[in-house]
């Protein structure tokens, strides 16, 4: 257990509409990542950080943007959600060379 | 072409049986080598890493061919709960300590 949470952990929204999802570690960790998962692609990068304000672009970082205030805080922001950014989204750690995850958030944009 | 490929599956197994996942990965410049499970609706969770020499942890056997830039996984005496998608992963190689995926192979360990 890496001691990471991520809230909400459901959502339904309306097109349109800006999101927050939060993703909140008690370890103190540099690295935080942001992924998205959906059938046939697997896990890809959106955004991370390397310390607090310190971020940078994913692979498919379009459409969102993140903040990082604190360590142990790491916000995604979608600013007008759109159908295509229904996904599940999982925040991770890094640990060394290896990522923990946490439990993720499922996103339905109507 | 996909950074990193895996057979989708389903591997469709009784229990007891041995299966074989395999991946290619692309990026010459990875150094680090993941296998990671996860379960339906939940999050990734690391399985092992793999070694150049190989490595084996329990029922479970991780091998890695630099060369051909293929990792594989081994399963001994397949368990029921062995049931799970199992994610191959390479690190990117370059700064951020970013992950590259494979989009899994889905294992069901039937009785």
Known sequence: DAGITQSPRHKVTETGTPVTLRCHQTENHRYMYWYRQDPGHGLRLIHYSYGVKDTDKGEVSDGYSVSRSKTEDFLLTLESATSSQTSVYFCAISKGETQYFGPGTRLLVL | ?111
Do not use: H
């Open chain 2, 1 to 111: 072409r996909k950074e990193v490929e895996q057979d989708p599956g389903p591997f469709n197994v009784p229990e007891g049986a041995t299966v074989a996942f395999n991946c290619t990965y692309s990026n010459s410049a990875s150094q680090s080598f993941f296998w990671y499970r996860q379960d339906c609706r939940k999050e990734p969770k690391l399985l092992m890493s793999v070694y150049s020499s190989g490595n084996e942890d329990g029922r479970f056997t991780a091998q890695l061919n630099r060369a051909s830039q293929y990792i594989s996984l081994l399963i001994r005496d397949s368990k029921l709960s062995d049931s799970a998608t199992y994610l191959c992963v390479v690190n990117s190689g370059d700064q951020g300590g970013k992950l590259i995926f494979g989009q899994g192979t889905e294992l069901s360990v039937k009785p």
